[in-house]
């Protein structure tokens, strides 16, 4: 790897660990409202990408437009800052995968590791063993649930070697429990400052219906 590019990565790396450092250890959140219908429940466990940091309206967020087209009710209680192990105060009653089993949905959409990479240099272990049992969980608590694991989204053109390492954790453990995996997600914003709301770290409304657009097509390829 290039000094240059160390430097980048190292940079990045930094903006957004110093972001995530001003704020205390995520508790946990109240418990976001199901929305309203009589369609299949669709739960999302992921960070603020997935929560809709950025966009100038929560309902211009990925999730929500997905779920609106296809008649499903959304259940997002993602959390700004969240990883497996990152920014993490809750684990087992009352952390997401808990408030997910207990609406009973039908699909669960699982969209976390980014916030990750910023734990990895001291929490690489645990983040491994922790991917397996959050994974685990959801599928022991929803046997029945089709559960749609995705590579973790990234922001910067350069990427950190933990970055293919934790993704690696992902699928292998999406994998072990039966779910479908959606490769390739860590490219869908990454690089592309156009997309970017002002903070340069969320993707702003055109970030978001591209992630909408990209995230269309690989359910398409699910039969979803």
């Known amino acids: 790897m290039s000094s240059r590019r160390t430097v980048l990565i190292a940079a990045a790396l930094a903006a957004l660990a110093a972001l995530s450092a001003c704020s205390p250890l995520a508790a946990p959140p109240a418990v976001p409202v199901v929305a309203e219908g009589d369609g299949p429940l669709v739960a999302f466990y992921g960070d603020s990408y997935t929560l809709g940091t950025g966009a100038s309206d929560p309902a211009l967020r990925w999730s ?14 993602s959390v700004n800052g969240l990883g497996f192990v990152n920014n993490r105060g809750t684990y087992g009653a009352g952390d997401l995968p808990d408030q997910i089993i207990a609406q009973q949905p039908d699909i669960v959409f699982v969209t976390m590791g980014l916030n990750d990479n910023f734990s990895y240099s001291r929490a690489a272990a645990e983040i491994e063993a922790q991917i ?5 969980r959801l599928r022991e608590g929803l046997p029945d649930a089709r559960i749609i694991v995705v590579e973790p989204f990234w922001y910067t053109a350069e990427q950190p070697e933990s970055l293919g390492i934790i993704a690696g954790w992902v699928q292998r453990e999406a994998q072990a429990i039966g779910a479908d995996h959606i490769a390739g997600a860590s490219d869908w914003i990454a ?34």
């Open 64 to 77: 929500t437009q997905i779920a609106e087209r296809r008649g499903w009710r959304e259940f997002n209680p």
């Open 132 to 136: 397996a049992i959050d994974l685990r």
């Open 191 to 224: 690089g592309r400052p156009g997309e970017m709301a002002a903070d340069g770290l969320h993707p702003n409304d055109e970030g978001y219906a591209l992630m909408t657009r990209l995230m269309e097509e690989a359910l398409a390829e699910l039969g979803l």
